[in-house]
């Protein structure tokens, strides 16, 4: 059974970080790419990055040079580093996996999300 349980969010200061933690059954983590996506009040879920079990990664643009996505395929465990926080990125984080990095947000393979809040 798959299973994606993220950890880490919180309530933190405008210019503060946080690291978010998804851990991932072995089944699912060592050949798949993993991803966080987000989702604010009112607004669609979006992609914020993704990691192939290789390493390379992708972001979207709002988080790039403040977030960073790693892996730590010993532990099936993703990271996401999340620096110079905004208020706008206040929202439930969500940890997915797929079989490929284009593929993220496809599957049925989410996490039960962790709340980010940033005060300004």
């Known amino acids: 059974q798959v299973q994606l349980v993220e950890s880490g969010g919180g309530l933190v200061q405008a210019g503060g970080s946080l690291r978010l933690s998804c851990a991932a059954s072995?089944?699912?983590?060592?050949?798949?790419?993993m991803g966080w996506y987000r989702q604010a009040p009112g607004k669609q879920r979006e992609l914020v990055a993704g990691?192939?079990?290789?390493?390379?990664?992708k972001y979207a643009d709002s988080v790039k040079d403040r977030f960073t996505i790693s892996r730590d395929n010993a532990k099936n465990t993703v990271y996401l580093q999340m620096d110079s926080l905004k208020p706008d990125d206040t929202a439930v984080y969500y940890c997915t996996a797929a079989f490929r990095l284009d593929a993220l947000g496809t599957t049925d393979y989410w996490g039960q999300g962790t709340q980010v809040t940033v005060s300004s």
């Open positions: 072995g089944n699912i983590f060592a050949r798949n790419a």
């Open positions: 990691i192939t079990s290789g390493g390379d990664s």
